[in-house]
């Protein structure tokens, strides 16, 4: 009991609880802890070191946890999320001290209803799950991939204010074909090569039939699956029978057509000219098809055809060009096989023939975008857009200070990972935006729970990118800033909730009696963005005694 929260105990509380002595005599409340706290994350010297001392402090405090990765959460989401989280994920079977969430394996399947029940809460309302089979970068890492849905739902909690008590990180354990995992004798996992076929399938159709038996209301993310599963899986259950979302492909979209608004208004632009835009996609895996797709979605929203809208695009693989002519790619490419452009071309053929304002890179492929091609970008266009999405920082398709120089400062420019700001000569700043998905999934996550999504759709995803530039102000144009603030987290995700909840009403998804009836008033957004966070989880310890005065 004495180290729930420590010395946070107050006086009346260590009375009645039979706490005296128990515990120093200095009374610190929860700011104070957390100042204290704090100051001895910043001294760990490694980020694995910091994973650790903020591991162990959730394990004895989940409410000053929760605080410090709020109040910190710039400083925090990278050690509790990626990139830390990967090297947490390859060493997970031996830095293992305490489970958190839930293991399903395959020795499990036939029990996997009963086993929910074994969870303690009969409320959930968000459920992260990942088969481990490619963990950010990092390949099959089979049951150590655990680390994702854990540090993904804390920042669920740190970023929306879902409750802590309402979130289940779950991990598919169908084995893993890694070797050398395979054969380590303090493996956690099951140490047989991985489900594969019709097996595999029966296995997450369980699990799915499973968890919706249990909590029916719940979302469900699955999380870093292997490209050629989490498209499957994704068109298997987005209709049902839970409300499900894929991070990698559709918060992945949602977040770089935020950040395509975000441009467009740094350039006095307004979202529906996005129709203009003609974008060269580097990479046809699920991340780049996934934003191709949805960008299309965008382009159709504001009143192209969907024959127009697929003629603004010229999607390349590792072969070059996708064009009429090439028949083995992957199905979800073959509505963009441009008419326009020659089959085979390669990057700087492409942007010749095509002319595109916006260059994104998905391939992996590090320093795939030339010096060449990026000047031959910003002969074409005034601002050129330039997105190099690959993960991580070793894949990324060109530096910000490579696009800065290319362009001579007019590029504007995000990437998938960190990279410092450019300063030209002249003073000029290029900014190195981050298309983070931290902008997206907490508010998708909060919106859809609140409202009890009976599903997430396109338009959901489409309205959450709209949030996005909707809180950049004037100076955020003219710096061409195109994402918020992680710092600001809290208001976007409220903002992201709000029109996530607006998405769902007008498509007629929204099952939660409460907040159906709220929408029933016709409130304002302001009103709207009031209940919102009245339901958002705050760290603050809870008074076990009353004081009567
Ligand atoms: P993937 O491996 O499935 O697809 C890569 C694609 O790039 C394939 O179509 C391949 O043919 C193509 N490619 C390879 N070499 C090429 C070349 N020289 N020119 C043009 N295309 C080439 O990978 P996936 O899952 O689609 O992810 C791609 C990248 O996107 C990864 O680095 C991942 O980390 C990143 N990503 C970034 C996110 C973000 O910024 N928020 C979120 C999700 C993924």
Not at 196 to 222: K, M
Request: net charge negative.
């Amino acid at each position: 009991m004495c180290s729930v929260q420590g010395t946070g105990f107050p006086l009346p509380e260590r009375d009645r609880l039979g706490l005296r002595g128990l515990v120093p005599p200095r009374v610190m409340d929860v700011d104070a802890q957390a100042r204290k706290v704090y100051e001895d994350f910043q001294k760990r010297p490694t980020p694995l070191d910091k994973w650790l001392y903020l591991q162990a402090l959730q394990d004895r405090n989940e409410t000053l946890f929760y605080k410090v990765i709020i109040d910190h959460v710039e400083e925090t989401a990278p050690i509790i999320y990626t990139p830390t989280v990967g090297e947490v994920c390859l060493q997970y079977s031996r830095l293992y001290r305490r489970a958190r969430g839930m293991f399903f394996s395959v020795e499990d399947v036939g029990n996997m209803h009963a086993m929910c029940y074994n969870w303690p809460s009969d409320r959930v309302d968000v459920i992260v799950v990942t088969d481990g089979s490619r963990i950010l970068g990092l390949g099959d890492l089979g049951v150590q991939g655990m680390g994702i849905p854990i540090g993904k739902l804390d920042l669920y909690v740190a970023g929306a204010g879902l409750h802590p008590s309402y979130v289940l990180p779950i991990c598919l354990d169908v084995g893993t074909d890694n070797e050398t995992l395979r054969n380590d004798p303090w493996y956690l996992g099951v140490p047989r090569p991985r489900l594969q076929g019709d097996a595999y399938i029966q296995a997450v159709d369980e699990l799915v039939a499973a968890l919706h038996s249990r909590w029916p209301n719940a979302l469900l993310q699955f999380e870093d699956f292997s490209t050629d599963h989490a498209l499957t899986l994704l068109e298997r259950y987005r209709d049902g029978p839970l409300a499900c979302f894929n991070d990698d492909i559709q918060g992945t979209a949602s977040v770089v057509l935020g950040g395509v608004y975000g441009a467009l208004a740094a350039q006095g632009m307004p979202n529906s000219a996005i129709t203009q835009q003609k974008f060269l996609v580097c990479g046809a895996g699920s991340a780049g098809m996934g934003i191709a797709s949805a960008l299309c979605s965008a382009m159709q929203k504001h009143g192209l055809s969907r024959e127009e809208a697929l003629r603004q695009f010229c999607v390349m693989d590792i072969g070059g060009v996708i064009g009429q002519s090439r028949a083995h790619v992957d199905r979800a490419a073959l509505p963009f096989a441009s008419r326009d452009v020659p089959d085979g071309l390669h990057l700087e053929e492409a942007i010749e023939a095509f002319k595109p304002t916006a260059l994104l890179g998905l391939s992996t492929v590090k320093g795939l975008f030339s010096e060449k091609a990026l000047r031959m970008m910003s002969q074409l266009n005034a601002r050129p857009l330039i997105l190099p999405l690959s993960n991580p920082t070793s894949r990324s398709e060109c530096t910000c200070e490579q696009a800065a120089v290319a362009s001579e400062g007019r590029a504007i420019f995000a990437c998938g990972s960190p990279f410092p700001d450019h300063v030209m000569p002249d003073g000029t700043v290029v900014r190195a935006n981050q298309g983070n998905n931290f902008f997206v999934f907490p508010g998708v996550g909060l919106g859809a729970a609140l409202c009890g999504a009976a599903r997430v759709t396109d338009g959901m995803l489409i309205a959450a990118a709209e949030a996005l530039p909707t809180l950049l102000t004037a100076a955020d144009h003219a710096a061409a800033r195109i994402y918020p603030r992680v710092s600001d987290i809290r208001r976007v995700s409220t903002a992201v909730a709000c029109a996530v909840i607006r998405a769902a009403a007008a498509e007629g998804v929204v099952r939660n009696s409460e907040a159906r009836r709220m929408l029933e008033t016709g409130m304002d957004d302001t009103l709207l963005q009031r209940w919102i966070v009245s339901k958002m989880y705050t760290p603050a310890y809870v008074p076990l005694v009353q004081s009567h005065k």
